[in-house]
């Protein structure tokens, strides 16, 4: 295959606000960053515009109905007059960059909205920014497999802290549908933990000491120099939460 | 392509979680199943456990959404790898995905977006879709897909799937559907479009209804499948001589009465019982 920029430029067009404006006001700077013939510049710039923002609006509707799948919680607890604005927000920040795994688009997408919404999402959205990272740490549990991680913990355990109390607003939404309104700030750390070979979920809350232990653990700098740090090793591996290589 | 001895899986539906307990309960009116393989290559034990389900009942198989075989470069291994470990855990007749990329550079758009059709990228293709077939070690199909934005090209559609399918003696999956939106949005007759394909290659069809969007059609898998598409369908049905299965999407707006999709179901496998002798 020879297009490798025109196809890159098409998927710019279709996901990156602005770059079609690039495109009509400068085509020589764009067909330069992309290394586009002629014949590929010209190609683009006869686009049907209409067709073009039928498909990006396609590709839009996509992204948000993995965030929308993958979050309820989430969703729940921002105010449904507030979503239009911050999804228009969080697609013109964050275009879809690949995810490292297959099949984990609706993940990936997740963890970018989580993401967003912690680094960009307007004032106010922390404890829906709470909710985001754990629900998205829950699907990852879900889905990450116990020996093909490349970190000392599995792929089916996943570390969070938290300024609210996530296990019980979580819990609360599950069983009334709705998230609690305004609740008090609780530092929360916490494991989330898939049991092997079964899709049943564990949340264990964690003193922050321990959680650091993991978490070094978790980015493989962990050797354990205090007798506190041991007992959370072996902890860690009695209930199965280590890789071979953190065994 | 297509193994001889292959036999016919009927008539069934694209498997969608929202339709899980309906399927069930009205299982006998389903012959067969499709499953989107994404969901179960690196599957959690509910996804392996929900396929186990599914088998039990049912023949099933998996149709891809982003091997993105036209993205420019090599195709990747690893999802080859995990497409051909499906295959085995399914034991899968074969596997399917489309005629075009959803990849470029670091960008995976999910949208099934065309290629320019020259015979330079049709050989590209059909290099490719050997390869996957090759490696995962079923029959592979390509799928035609709805597109709303073209481009000027060397070939029609119909020359570039033809020669990207001879050249890689791979199989079809026709979405009937995609041909006749197509045929709307760009203007030409479905019926020489299917003429000009290799019809003997079609072991699979899909079927499904779309919506307006403005003055363009879209393939949104959101209602009954339209007229025209039975029309297309009663005009080929006899011509597809490696068909063993026909699908029906549905992936939005699911109807209450689920009579409504299998009403459509009923219409397909009455068409094909005349053909076949049944």
Not at chain 1, 74 to 101: K, N, W, Y
Not at chain 1, 184 to 201: I, K
Not at chain 2, 57 to 64: D, T
Request: glycine share 8%; hydrophobic share 45%; charged share 25%.
């Amino acid at each position: 295959m020879t297009d490798d920029g025109f196809q890159r430029a098409l998927a710019e067009l279709l996901t990156v606000p602005g770059t079609r404006r690039m495109l009509d006001d400068a085509a020589d700077g764009f067909a330069a960053r992309f290394a586009l013939t002629a014949d590929e510049l010209g190609l683009l710039l006869g686009t049907n515009r209409s067709r073009l923002d039928l498909t990006a609006r396609s590709i839009v509707g996509k992204r948000l109905d993995f965030v929308r799948r993958a979050l309820p919680a989430t969703m729940s607890a921002l105010p449904a007059r507030s979503h239009q604005g911050l999804f228009a927000d969080f697609i013109g920040r964050c275009p879809p960059v690949e995810p490292a795994e297959h099949g984990a688009r609706p993940i990936g997408e997740a963890r970018r909205f989580a993401d967003y919404l912690r680094d960009c999402g307007p004032a106010g959205v922390p404890l829906a920014a709470d909710l985001a990272e754990y629900e998205v740490l829950r699907a990852e549990a879900q889905f990450g497999q116990p020996t093909s991680s490349d970190r000392l913990l599995g792929g089916h355990v996943r570390l969070g802290h938290f300024t609210f109390d996530v296990i019980t607003l979580y819990d609360g939404w599950r069983r009334a549908g709705r998230v609690q309104a305004e609740p008090t700030p609780r530092p929360t750390w916490l494991a989330v933990v898939r049991a092997s070979e079964s899709s049943a979920l564990a949340c264990f809350r964690l003193g922050e000491r321990a959680y650091a232990v993991l978490d070094r653990l978790g980015r493989g700098e962990f050797a354990p120099d205090s007798e506190v740090e041991r007992a959370v090793l072996r902890l860690a591996q009695q209930e199965g939460w280590l890789t071979d290589a953190g065994c | 392509m297509i193994r001889a001895g292959q036999p016919w899986l009927g008539v069934g539906l694209g498997y969608r979680q929202d339709l899980h307990d309906a399927i069930f309960a009205r299982s006998g009116s389903i012959d067969c199943l499709e499953v989107i393989s994404e969901q179960y290559l690196a599957a959690a034990p509910a996804q392996r456990e929900r396929l186990r389900v599914l088998r039990e009942r049912f023949p099933v198989v998996p149709h891809g959404i982003e091997l993105s075989i036209g993205t420019a470069g090599p195709l990747d291994l690893q999802y080859l790898d995990d497409l051909a470990r499906l295959v085995v855990a399914m034991d899968a007749p074969w596997c399917s995905d489309h005629l075009s990329f959803t990849r470029a550079g670091d960008l995976a758009i999910g949208q099934l977006t065309p290629l320019v059709r020259t015979r330079e990228h049709a050989t590209a293709v059909a290099v490719k879709a050997a390869q996957v077939q090759r490696h995962v070690g079923v029959p592979f199909l390509l799928e035609n897909i709805t597109y709303y934005l073209d481009f000027p090209a060397e070939l029609s559609e119909a020359e570039f799937i033809t020669e990207v399918v001879e050249q890689a003696d791979c199989g079809l999956l026709l979405d009937l559907t995609n041909v006749f939106v197509n045929s709307v949005n760009h203007h030409f007759d479905p019926v020489e479009f299917v003429a000009a394909i290799p019809l003997e290659r079609v072991v699979q069809l899909h079927l499904a209804g779309g919506q307006w969007s403005g003055d363009t059609l879209v393939d949104t898998h959101s209602a009954p499948v339209p007229e025209q598409v039975w029309q297309l369908l009663d005009h080929v049905a006899d011509r597809l001589s490696s068909l063993r299965c026909v699908i029906l999407e549905r992936d939005q707006e699911f109807p209450d009465e689920f009579d409504e999709l299998l009403a459509d179901l009923t219409r397909a496998r009455q068409t094909f019982d005349l053909v076949r002798g049944g």
